[in-house]
T-cell receptor, first 113, second 113 residues
Framework: KNEVEQSPQNLTAQEGEFITINCSYS?????LHWLQQHPGGGIVSLFM???GKKKHGRLIATINIQEKHSSLHITASHPRDSAVYIC???????????????FGQGTRLTINP | EAGVVQSPRYKIIEKKQPVAFWCNPI?????LYWYRQNLGQGPELLIR????????DSQLPKDRFSAERLKGVDSTLKIQPAELGDSAVYLC???????????FGSGTRLTVV
């Protein structure tokens, strides 16, 4: 079992729909990242959060530390949101390997016009 | 400000040939990471540098992979000789403080034929 699990692995929706991508992790973390990867391969960091909720435009990320769960929401989805969304966890400081990200498998999102 | 710059974007080589990837991190970022991402999977760390020192290379296949970060700025990742299984996207990332503000490059897509 992966330390960081995402669901669903693939998601297809119509333009305008509200999108939710889930991430569960089994390790202790100091921070959780949501990343966006477009077909060309480049990765863009969307959010880094350690508690609560963050919002940027149509994107909202939440995290529940007790439940070890995070969600990424996209409101009023648009075809340009089509990409792979990756959840990644940073282990706590002092833990061996704390400097690296532990990645989920990614969720491939396709928004149809 | 320029982001993390990687070159080339794409590379196709025959097996047993050598290949090298170059990364220029964001100015002032002390930490540099090389990741490998196989199709449909999340990135996996190959090596992490703090300035010019490789502090985590436990996942680097040292029989054929090598990396260097001279002067603690640019970095080069080399594969010699390449194998078919090395086909993947090689991502470079940098951060100023470990675990904070990751910035990824656009990646190099390697195809070994």
């Amino acid at each position: 079992k992966n330390e960081v699990e995402q669901s669903p692995q693939n998601l297809t929706a119509q333009e305008g729909e509200f999108i939710t991508i889930n991430c569960s992790y089994s390790v202790g973390i100091s921070a959780l990242h949501w990343l966006q990867q477009h077909p060309g391969g480049g990765i863009v960091s969307l959010f880094m959060l350690s508690s609560g909720k963050k919002k940027h435009g149509r994107l909202i990320a939440t995290i529940n530390i007790q439940e070890k769960h995070s969600s990424l929401h996209i409101t009023a989805s648009h075809p340009r949101d089509s990409a792979v969304y990756i959840c990644a966890a940073t282990p706590p400081a002092g833990i061996q390997g704390a400097q690296k990200l532990v990645f989920g498998q990614g969720t491939r999102l396709t928004i149809n016009p | 400000e320029a982001g993390v710059v990687q070159s080339p974007r794409y590379k196709i080589i025959e097996k047993k040939q050598p290949v090298a990837f170059w990364c220029n991190p964001i100015s002032g970022h002390n930490t540099l990471y090389w990741y490998r991402q196989n199709l449909g999977q999340g990135p996996e760390l190959l090596i992490r540098y703090e300035n010019e020192e490789a502090v985590d290379d436990s996942q680097l296949p040292k029989d054929r992979f090598s990396a260097e970060r001279l002067k603690g700025v640019d970095s080069t990742l080399k594969i010699q000789p390449a194998e078919l299984g090395d086909s993947a996207v090689y991502l470079c990332a940098s951060s100023f403080i470990a675990n904070y503000g990751y910035t990824f490059g656009s990646g190099t897509r390697l195809t070994v034929v």
